[in-house]
């Protein structure tokens, strides 16, 4: 037996993307978004090289290698390029991971000011996390998708999503400072990265659920164009092919 639909509903393309990735932001005044929005993931942690250090240390505290260090380093020389003498403001995760990357990218005097943001903390999993149970949860995981499946004592991807979209609106907001610098900066975490996209450019859940993580201290950047629209220079890369606007009724059928 299958749960099935023996119809496509299409998606109101007013509020989906087209294929090119393109957006445009609300605008609250006469003000505009920055002409650029990098977002960069955090160099490789200590747990990213050894998971077992979840045992015993709180993810937040959780430091950078020296490998993930020297990525920082690199992407930070990529970045000063781009920029171009340009100020950034940062907006930061608090987890140690995250301030660390920044502090390696070494903008010095190109930053406008940091701004410390929880709502772009990693995904909660657990509090101290035991190996066995984590990785019984990310087998469930795989199986109920990953936007929706909730960790115990953690947080589902759905979670974060609705954190990033009330961050969204702070950013809406202090873009209207006629101070605001033309570029901004989000120091942050692979799957918060994507969701802040799927966000942005209103990416479906199907869609999103094909996406992989971009690697440790892989920037990202969303343009913006001459019509106001954003575009992303670099598309995730995926696991399965999907569309932007594929939904659930596009995905595989389940057998129960």
């Known amino acids: 037996m299958y749960l099935s639909c023996p119809h496509y509903l299409p998606l109101c393309r007013e509020a989906h993307t087209s294929p090119d990735h393109a957006w445009r932001p609300p605008m609250l005044g006469g003000m505009g978004a920055p002409e650029r929005i990098f977002m960069i993931r955090h160099g490789q942690s200590a747990a990213n090289a050894d998971t077992s250090i979840y045992n015993r240390v709180p993810d937040y505290r959780i430091p950078l290698t020296d490998s993930g260090v020297e990525q920082a380093r690199i992407a930070g020389e990529d970045l000063r390029r781009k920029l171009d003498g340009e100020q950034v403001c940062v907006y930061v995760s608090p987890y140690l991971r995250a301030y660390q ?11 406008e000011r ?11 999993w657990a509090n101290f996390q035991i190996a066995g149970e984590i990785e019984d949860q990310k087998e469930l995981r795989n199986l109920y ?12 991807g759905s979670d974060v999503y609705d954190r990033v979209s009330s961050f969204m609106e702070t950013l809406y907001r202090h873009w209207q400072k006629p101070t605001y610098a033309p570029n901004t900066l989000l120091v942050t975490h692979g799957l918060t990265m994507r969701l802040f996209c799927m966000r942005w450019f209103h990416w479906t859940v199907e869609y999103f659920e094909s996406l992989n993580n971009p690697d440790n201290a892989e920037l990202r950047t969303l343009i ?16 399965v092919p999907r569309e932007v606007d594929d939904s659930v009724l596009h995905a595989p059928r389940m057998r129960f």
């Open 114 to 124: 940091v701004i410390e943001e929880p709502r772009l903390r990693e995904q909660d």
């Open 224 to 239: 913006k164009n001459d019509d106001g629209q954003y575009s992303l220079d670099v598309p995730f890369s995926q696991w």
């Open 101 to 111: 990357t920044l502090e390696a990218m070494n903008l010095g005097p190109l930053i």
């Open 145 to 156: 998708g990953h936007f929706f499946y909730r960790f115990r004592e953690g947080e589902s």
